[in-house]
């Protein structure tokens, strides 16, 4: 919460200038990250089993026409996510006020459930 108010502070929407890596350095990034995620082969080895059904044809067929839709859907999902961010992000660069609004109300949001957190560990 306090970098987020604090004087100087910067909001996350905020843009900034990154060391430009090239394509195959980001994907494998990507990949090791996704290779690497717990959740993923939780997913897989616990909920998908579930939709699987051996008489209705090929258990491995079935399971790569699971994956890809997942990864289809995840892949939507996060692209549209990361369009939002950079149009939020272009928003509110040409736009001050709203910038330091948003830190100012992304800290007191971000301080409330740190008075909640502290507040329920001492009862």
């Excluded at 970098?3 to 502070?9: K, W």
């Excluded at 616990?46 to 859907?73: C, D, E, M, R, W």
């Excluded at 369009?83 to 509110?92: C, E, N, P």
């Amino acid at each position: 919460a306090w970098q987020a108010v604090r004087p100087g502070g910067r909001s996350p929407f905020e843009v900034r200038e990154l060391p430009k890596d090239g394509p195959r350095r980001l994907f494998a990034m990507g990949l090791m990250t996704n290779l690497l995620n717990p959740k993923v082969a939780v997913l897989y080895l616990s909920l998908l089993p579930q939709f699987i059904n051996p008489a209705k044809g090929h258990v491995l067929s079935q399971l790569l026409v699971l994956g890809v839709t997942q990864i289809s859907i995840s892949l939507t999902v996060n692209a549209i996510i990361a369009v939002t961010a950079g149009s939020i992000a272009t928003f509110l660069a040409g736009r001050p006020l709203w910038m330091v609004i948003q830190r100012w109300m992304m800290g007191t949001v971000l301080a409330a459930l740190a008075l909640r957190m502290a507040t329920e560990a001492q009862r």
